[in-house]
């Protein structure tokens, strides 16, 4: 018995100093989470402007001693001033926890999980959704830590949530509908437009069947590679020869169509001679593609130029299918 005795008390430390309690949104005390309301429009403003003074007033030293490291990923969001900064809350997470844990706090409202370590005893963090630009709504995971009777960034996690208001759910159910048809091309176009969005978190914020959508994305491509071949595909025998490289998304009129990518070796300022070969290559994809649903409103084509310009850049010149007529689009 007197063996036994220490060994059921270091069993009862052990517990003790791993406890922790976990509160999300409703269940937070509201003045501590009103008192957060500022601190996270600022965080927005901070990222939105790149404003290292806000980051001074409300990081911790860890998190300003690295600020450049820290910030990275949030300095390579495209900011579109001309877009509203509305900031919403997703989810608000307490924690109390006595040494340091690994936390998993998921949403299941939102789908997605935040991963942290916690610095001190308590952790608060805030899931903001902010509107960058008119393309996309960014997610950030704003960790927080109470240091010294004051609540300090501890990290703040950006991922990508949605495409012109469509998320990764929405594409992913589009694709599924899509392939249900016998679309493959349009099946992983959506597909894959839902797998850039849910990869963007990073192994810190995770979304929901990510796995799931990266398989399924995978099996499209391979579908796709089976019975067309491996990107690039030749176009026509010339030398050099055109090529299909991909195929993306494009956003018109509230809706998300299928973007027919290849390459072009015509000089971008030959207007009439990309519009010949972009009748051409609209006549391959009828002729070699069944799998891209020709019946949606629009279909668009982009052409690359494969002939490199100034500094460097290689221009884009793009067609809009209409079905009944064809529509040059602005370089």
């Given at each position: 018995?007197?063996?036994?005795?220490?060994?059921?008390?270091?069993?009862?430390?052990?517990?003790?100093?791993?406890?922790?309690d976990?509160?999300?949104?409703?269940?937070?005390?509201?003045?501590?989470?009103?008192s957060?309301?500022v601190?996270?429009?600022?965080?927005?403003?901070?990222?939105?402007?790149?404003?290292?003074?806000?980051?001074?007033?409300?990081?911790?030293e860890?998190?300003?001693?690295?600020?450049?490291?820290?910030?990275?990923?949030?300095?390579?969001i495209?900011?579109d001033?001309?877009?509203k900064?509305?900031?919403?809350?997703?989810?608000?997470?307490?924690?109390?926890?006595?040494?340091?844990?690994?936390?998993?706090?998921?949403?299941?409202?939102?789908?997605?999980?935040?991963?942290?370590?916690n610095?001190?005893?308590?952790?608060?963090?805030s899931?903001?959704?902010?509107?960058?630009?008119e393309?996309?709504h960014y997610?950030l995971?704003?960790?927080?830590?109470?240091?010294?009777?004051?609540?300090?960034i501890?990290?703040?996690?950006?991922?990508?949530?949605?495409?012109?208001?469509?998320n990764?759910?929405?594409?992913?159910?589009?694709?599924?509908e899509?392939?249900?048809?016998?679309?493959?091309?349009?099946?992983?176009?959506?597909?894959?437009?839902?797998?850039?969005?849910v990869m963007?978190?990073?192994?810190?914020?995770?979304?929901?069947?990510?796995?799931?959508?990266?398989?399924?994305?995978?099996?499209?491509?391979?579908?796709?590679?089976?019975?067309?071949?491996?990107?690039?595909?030749?176009?026509k025998?010339?030398?050099?020869?055109?090529?299909?490289?991909?195929?993306?998304?494009?956003?018109?009129?509230?809706?998300?169509?299928?973007?027919?990518?290849?390459?072009?070796?015509?000089?971008?300022?030959?207007?009439p001679a990309?519009?010949?070969e972009?009748?051409?290559?609209?006549?391959?994809?009828?002729?070699n593609?069944?799998?891209?649903?020709?019946?949606?409103?629009?279909?668009?084509?982009?052409a690359?130029?494969?002939?490199?310009?100034?500094?460097?850049?290689?221009?884009?010149?793009g067609?809009?299918?209409?079905k009944t007529k064809?529509?040059?689009?602005?370089?």
């Open positions: 018995m007197k063996k036994i005795l220490p060994a059921l008390l270091v069993a009862l430390l052990v517990v003790s100093c791993n406890s922790s976990l509160l999300t949104n409703e269940e937070i005390d509201p003045i501590i989470r009103k957060f309301d601190k996270n429009d600022s965080i927005a403003m901070a990222v939105r402007t790149n404003n290292n003074g806000a980051y001074y007033l409300l990081s911790s860890d998190f300003y001693a690295k600020l450049s490291e820290k910030t990275k990923t949030l300095r390579e495209y900011w001033p001309r877009t900064p509305d900031v919403s809350v997703m989810d608000e997470f307490y924690i109390s926890q006595e040494g340091i844990k690994n936390h998993e706090l998921h949403s299941g409202k939102n789908g997605y999980t935040v991963h942290f370590a610095t001190q005893k308590e952790s608060y963090v899931v903001l959704k902010i509107h960058a630009n393309q996309q997610l995971a704003v960790i927080y830590s109470l240091k010294e009777g004051k609540w300090k501890d990290k703040i996690v950006p991922a990508r949530y949605s495409f012109f208001g469509f990764a759910n929405d594409m992913y159910k589009s694709a599924k899509k392939e249900t048809k016998g679309f493959t091309v349009d099946a992983f176009v959506f597909a894959n437009g839902a797998l850039n969005l963007t978190g990073g192994k810190d914020l995770v979304f929901d069947n990510d796995s799931e959508k990266e398989d399924y994305r995978n099996s499209l491509l391979e579908k796709l590679q089976d019975k067309h071949g491996k990107f690039p595909i030749i176009i025998e010339t030398t050099p020869a055109w090529q299909l490289m991909n195929f993306d998304m494009a956003y018109h009129k509230n809706g998300l169509y299928t973007a027919v990518h290849y390459g072009t070796w015509t000089p971008m300022d030959n207007v990309l519009t010949a972009y009748e051409n290559v609209k006549k391959y994809m009828a002729e593609f069944p799998d891209l649903d020709r019946n949606q409103p629009y279909i668009f084509y982009r690359f130029s494969q002939i490199e310009g100034l500094y460097g850049r290689y221009d884009i010149h067609f809009i299918d209409e064809t529509r040059a689009l602005k370089k």
